[in-house]
């Protein structure tokens, strides 16, 4: 089936910059996308989400951009901290069935100091 | 957490003996999942449930069955374990509504020897 993937499995930033991980999916019919942090022994953990009806979400520190033209998803994570070292997981759902998430693989956020 | 809760948290497990993993969930979510998770797959949907004795198969369901007798419990088996079901195991609710983001457990660690 199709599938949702990244680009590079390990991004390395200084702290203090700011951080772009990147996301491509293949299911033209996918209309919700999420973005999840997973720290090192603990479950995924929600970041932000967006619906297909958008172009850009922004929260706390974090902003999702979806290009529906590429199938491209983007996290830009600003002012990069040590605390954000973790492994960053997009995920894609077409229509609202009781169906679960496909995800990525995944990018492992290095902080450097 | 979402009130999840899985048990065990690890288990180590011989080959060809059932296996049966719980999540449980303490604010009446009508939705849960199981997902695997292996390197360089990401989280891969095992099965799913969207109520009461009501489930369904996801990518990887082969050689998993599961039960939910009732709302906050979400049984996963592995009827016969094989050392290609050694993986860490995480369960999620979703809060109901098309575009609604899962909420995952802590994980189970199953190694089968």
């Known amino acids: 089936g199709e599938s949702v993937g990244l680009h590079l499995p390990t991004l390395s930033v200084q702290e203090g910059d700011n951080s772009i991980i990147n996301c491509a999916y293949s299911n033209s019919a996918s209309d919700y996308f999420i973005w999840y942090k997973q720290e090192s022994g603990k479950g995924p953990q929600f970041i932000i989400d967006i619906r297909s009806n958008m172009d850009k979400r922004q929260g706390q520190r974090v902003t999702v951009l979806l290009n529906k033209t590429v199938k491209h998803l983007s996290l830009q994570i600003a002012a990069t901290q040590p605390g954000d070292s973790a492994v960053y997981f997009c995920a894609e759902k077409s229509g609202g069935g009781a169906d679960g998430l496909t995800f990525g693989k995944g990018t492992h956020l290095i902080i450097q100091p | 957490d979402a009130g999840i809760t899985q048990s065990p948290r690890h288990k180590v497990t011989e080959t060809g003996t059932p296996v049966t993993l719980r999540c449980h969930q303490t604010?009446?979510?009508?939705?849960m999942y199981w997902y695997r998770q292996d390197p360089g797959h990401g989280l891969r949907l095992i099965h799913y449930s969207y109520g009461v004795k009501d489930t369904d198969k996801g990518e990887v369901s082969d050689g998993y069955s599961v039960s939910r007798s009732k709302t906050e419990d979400f049984l996963l088996t592995l009827e016969s374990a094989t050392s290609s079901q050694t993986s860490v195991y995480f369960c999620?609710?979703?809060?109901?509504?098309?575009?609604?983001?899962?909420?995952f457990g802590q994980g189970t660690r199953l190694t089968v020897v």
């Open positions: 604010e009446n979510h009508r939705y």
């Open positions: 999620a609710i979703r809060l109901g509504g098309a575009g609604t983001e899962a909420f």
